[in-house]
């Protein structure tokens, strides 16, 4: 028995993932359990948690492996500053000495936090280096279920290269191609992101949902002016207006000057018509340099499937562009895409690549992404007791039958079942459930109960052979990560008055017969549920759609704005006291807040920072 330990830490989302024989036994981010969104720590929980998953010590574990390479990271830096001097210099003076005191010396930096776990391990020598691009590509092919595959990888940066192609066969991987820093699509995205005001590396997928309520007004502007895009899809950035490379901020006055207003302020500045626009014709920029990339290595590599991974990877409106285009006839999307799923790719590549261990059967290896804690009956029990909780225990099929109910009575319920999910979607265990054919759903869920922007859309969860009855893809999306339209036969025409509405007016206006996750340009992110890898989730919907006609339900993550999704029993218990949720249903208790004592509720509005 062969174990390999894989680390991401020390830029965003740091995680662990633990391998025995090349099957995942389990993986989770640190964010879960420290409670700080996007946690760039050594990931100590998380890797506290995957061994004791894996009923393993540490020294017991025969390799280590990290997701990318400090000295060349360190490497681009110094080149970058150089190449950019004098700018730069305060960037610069701020970054070295946490460089000198940590991360150039990763490898005794790691050591000395490993330790922490087990006395007993004292040999730095199984700490390996994997390259950031090879992981996230690594995390992508080998727990697809394709013998052979096209891999793209498209983020902000890693060591140098910011966009990948790869080719995997078998057990093979090998990098092609590459764009390097400081040109980059993810950091293009990111810019706007910092541009419309929103957090840089968490606010990006609020860029992706406001983009349908704008136009693509400036998507010739940005062509034109901020990026080189050749017909294959290549590209380089044009970075008179840009200051990541060695500022403090993403953009520079010109690039302000360009569109005609400065950078959006959170705390004084509403979202306008304006930052509307600019979220789409971003958007729009994003699918074409996708589109174009796509389109060239089918055309040069021949091969029918398609793996993609990296921050950009997780903009699923992108991702259902490529299905439709059909260049490929298979796409598998890694659901850990962005830096966290990296640790799972370091491991990966090392159990292939450096020890030429086969692939055994082409199958989805990621167990549905749950891969994170359960917690048995009498845990629960115990917990919900010391909680003061009021509940009762009903059996697995009382509990699908009673929470169908309440849904179809426009309840909505936090949804605590099994493993935690590997990634930044809930995917039917951590999740928050309503029912999608409420017209005021979708808003009283983001106002009242994830306390967050009215604009931002919900997904809904459907049964796999029911989805082409609902929506324009007949396609597994177990992972959240395709976006597809709502059937026409289901959809609300909107009246001449309605089509003339623009932005957030949108929102109040009816689009199909499930509104509640319908997004204003009659999209919807599909998960499809599979019996086999939720048995109780599909079970659920099932019996929603019993009661309803509709095998939909409404499926957001359970946690409320700018807190990590929930992770414990506790989380839970606190997130439902804090929220305006209805019942609470961790395995088969059900709690219900009109039953649980008034002082336990909590003030959990301002609990976390803002994302």
């Known amino acids: 028995m062969i174990s390999i330990l894989g680390i991401s830490a020390f830029y965003h989302d740091s995680a662990a993932a633990l391998l025995r024989n ?23 929980n998380a890797v ?22 400090p000295f060349l990271k360190f490497e681009r830096l110094l080149e970058t500053y150089m190449a950019f001097a004098p700018r730069g210099f305060k960037s610069f003076s701020l970054s070295m000495p946490i460089w000198l005191r940590e991360k150039l010396f990763q490898k005794k930096f790691l050591f000395e936090n490993l330790k922490q776990h087990d006395e007993k391990f004292k040999d730095i020598n199984k700490i390996k280096f994997s390259e950031h691009h090879y992981s996230h590509a690594a995390s992508a092919f080998y727990p697809s279920p394709f013998k052979e595959s096209v891999i793209l990888t498209l983020d902000g940066v890693g060591e140098w290269a ?31 992101t910092y541009y419309t005001g929103f ?64 950078v959006r302020d959170p705390k004084k500045d509403l979202l306008t018509d304006f930052h509307m626009d600019i979220a ?3 958007q729009a920029v994003t699918e074409e340099v996708i589109l174009r990339l796509t389109k060239d290595i089918s055309k040069e590599y021949k091969i029918k499937n398609l793996c993609l991974a990296g921050g950009v990877a997780l903009n699923c409106v992108a991702n259902g562009k490529i299905l439709n285009e059909k260049h490929f006839e298979n796409i598998w999307i890694q659901p850990a895409a962005g830096d966290a799923g990296g640790s799972l790719g370091a491991a990966l590549a090392y159990w292939h690549q450096e020890l030429k261990k086969p692939r055994t059967d082409f199958k989805d290896k990621m167990k549905g992404a749950y891969l994170g804690p359960k917690y048995s009956n009498d845990l629960i029990k115990k917990k919900l007791d010391i909680l003061k909780a009021k509940y009762t225990k009903k059996s697995t099929d009382e509990t699908s039958s009673l929470v ?4 179809s009575n426009n309840k909505t319920v936090g949804w605590f079942q099994g493993r935690m999910e590997f990634g ?42 029911d989805v082409s009855n609902w929506f324009e893809i007949d396609y597994d999306s177990p992972y959240m990560l395709l976006v597809a339209e709502v059937k026409k036969d289901i959809q609300v025409s909107m009246s001449e008055k309605d089509k003339k509405l623009f932005g957030i007016e949108k929102l109040n206006v009816k689009r199909s017969s499930i509104p509640a996750v319908t997004h204003v340009d009659y999209s919807a992110r599909i998960q499809t549920v599979h019996k086999d890898t939720n048995h109780k989730y599909y079970n659920l919907i099932n019996e929603f759609k019993k009661i309803t006609n509709c095998p939909v339900i409404v499926n957001t ?15 839970a218990f606190n997130c439902f006291m804090g929220t305006n949720l209805d019942l609470l249903v961790i395995e088969d208790f059900i709690l219900f807040k009109d039953e649980q004592d008034k002082s336990l509720l909590k003030d959990y509005k301002n609990k976390f920072e803002l994302d």
Request: glycine fraction near 6%.
């Open 404 to 407: 169908a109910k309440e849904l």
């Open 48 to 69: 506290k948690y995957v061994l004791e998953e894996g009923n393993i010590n540490l020294n017991e574990v025969d390799h280590i492996v990290f997701f990318e390479k």
């Open 557 to 571: 993550s359970f946690n409320v704005r700018g807190e990590p999704i929930v992770c414990s029993i506790e989380d």
């Open 199 to 262: 957090k840089v590396n968490s606010g990006e997928y609020k860029v992706m949902g406001l983009a349908p309520y704008g136009k693509p007004k400036y998507k010739d502007l940005i062509i034109n002016e901020l990026i080189d895009l050749k017909n294959d899809g290549s590209f380089k950035l044009n970075m008179k207006y840009f200051n990541y490379a060695t500022g403090l901020t993403m953009t520079n006055s010109k690039f302000s000057n360009l569109f005609g207003h400065p």
């Open 22 to 44: 090349g099957e995942i036994i389990a993986a989770a981010q640190e964010e879960r359990f420290s409670r700080k969104k996007h946690d760039a720590r050594y990931p100590y």
């Open 424 to 465: 930044p979607r809930a995917l039917g265990g951590r999740s928050i459930l309503a029912d999608p054919r409420s017209e005021k759903m979708q808003k009283e869920l983001n106002l009242k109960v994830k306390f967050r922007e009215s604009f931002r859309p919900f997904a809904p969860s459907v049964l796999r052979e």
């Open 162 to 192: 910011t966009t990948t192609v790869a080719i995997g066969k078998d057990n093979k991987l090998k990098m092609l191609k590459e764009i390097h820093f400081p040109h980059s699509l993810g950091l293009l995205y990111s810019a706007f």
């Open 280 to 282: 789409a014709s971003i």
